[in-house]
């Protein structure tokens, strides 16, 4: 007969106190939940030269223990594990871990998981195979660490990146327009213009279908999304270099560069100088206007120098 299949209730341990709030450690750590013994090796001497430490578990259950027993930053877990779905593992721990952070690894990625995933609070849902380095310079901006100087005192951000002080990562269920508003502010922080869903991607360090599925959860079109973060960048810092918002959009077709300026309600040229953040927030026909993502974009801008 078959036997049921264990759930997380299964492995269920007593209450206490989540061991993540522990006292700060000499250097982030990582645990990496997958059965694949070749990707945990892989993956571990990836993160240990950079200076991260990393604790791995084959099972659900293994994995339990071992984060209820150990302090950890970030927790990478397979969506397919021998005892348990990491999503399932992941509820079990947000019970118990208030500020839980995880990637999801997945080889049989659809939209369905992706979407439970993010739900969940997931930083980032990554189809197998993975790239090393892609995953290793995405866990080093999580936790704070840049991989290429990880063994020094004073680490910054990532290049590109909004440093945690800025704007904290935040993983409870419920708060996908505050992640989104988190990668309208990391997107702002580009050097250039954003053309594209793929080089915003890369500049909220997530990836390119965890962001679509992002835009999608606050019922915002992607490409909407992708618009209104580059004309926001370019009115934010207009003011610092004293010119027009539309010259730091990479428009050349006239046209293309009106319709554009128009949904974005700035007032035609001539103009008395840069345009109000404020002002194009409240004039944009990107975003709904009552949206919840664009409460958490104005208490973040309230706070933080976009220019």
């Not at 992706?114 to 739900?119: C, G, K, Q, S």
């Not at 992640?179 to 053309?195: L, N, P």
């Not at 027009?244 to 309600?265: F, N, Y």
């Not at 008395?272 to 801008?301: I, K, M, W, Y």
Request: aromatic share 4%; with cysteine; charged share 25%.
């Amino acid at each position: 007969m078959d036997q049921p299949r264990p759930t997380a209730q299964d492995h269920e341990a007593p209450r206490r106190a989540p061991v993540a709030s522990a006292a700060p450690k000499a250097h982030p750590a990582v645990l990496l939940i997958d059965d694949d013994l070749g990707m945990r090796e892989l993956l571990c001497l990836a993160f240990r030269s950079s200076g991260l430490r990393v604790e791995t578990a084959a099972t659900a259950a293994e994995g339990l223990t071992i984060a209820r027993q150990t302090a950890f930053d970030i927790l990478l877990v397979d969506l397919v594990l021998p005892d348990m779905p990491g999503t399932d593992l992941v509820r079990a721990l947000r019970q118990e871990v208030a500020d839980l952070r995880f990637i999801l690894l997945s080889g049989f990625l659809t939209t369905a998981v992706t979407v439970e995933a993010m739900r969940l609070g997931a930083i980032d849902v990554i189809e197998k195979p993975v790239s090393v380095d892609e995953l290793l310079e995405l866990v080093s901006s999580i936790v704070g660490a840049d991989a290429t100087s990880a063994n020094q005192d004073d680490v910054g951000p990532v290049d590109g990146l909004v440093h945690a002080a800025d704007f904290p990562l935040t993983t409870e269920p419920g708060c996908a327009a505050e992640r989104w508003a988190m990668h309208v502010v990391k997107g702002c922080r580009s050097a250039g213009d954003i053309r594209t869903l793929q080089q915003w991607a890369v500049c909220a360090g997530v990836s390119y279908t965890s962001l679509r599925e992002s835009c999608r959860l606050v019922g915002i079109r992607p490409h909407d999304a992708r618009d209104f973060t580059r004309v926001l960048r370019a009115v934010s810092k207009s003011h610092g270099l004293h010119c027009d918002p539309e010259v730091l959009l990479d428009v050349s077709d006239s046209r293309t560069l009106a319709i554009l300026l128009g949904r974005a309600g700035l007032p035609p040229r001539p103009r008395a100088g840069p345009v109000a953040v404020e002002q194009f927030l409240s004039g944009q026909r990107f975003v709904p206007h009552e949206h919840a993502g664009l409460a958490f974009l104005r208490q973040r801008l309230a706070t933080i120098d976009l220019a």
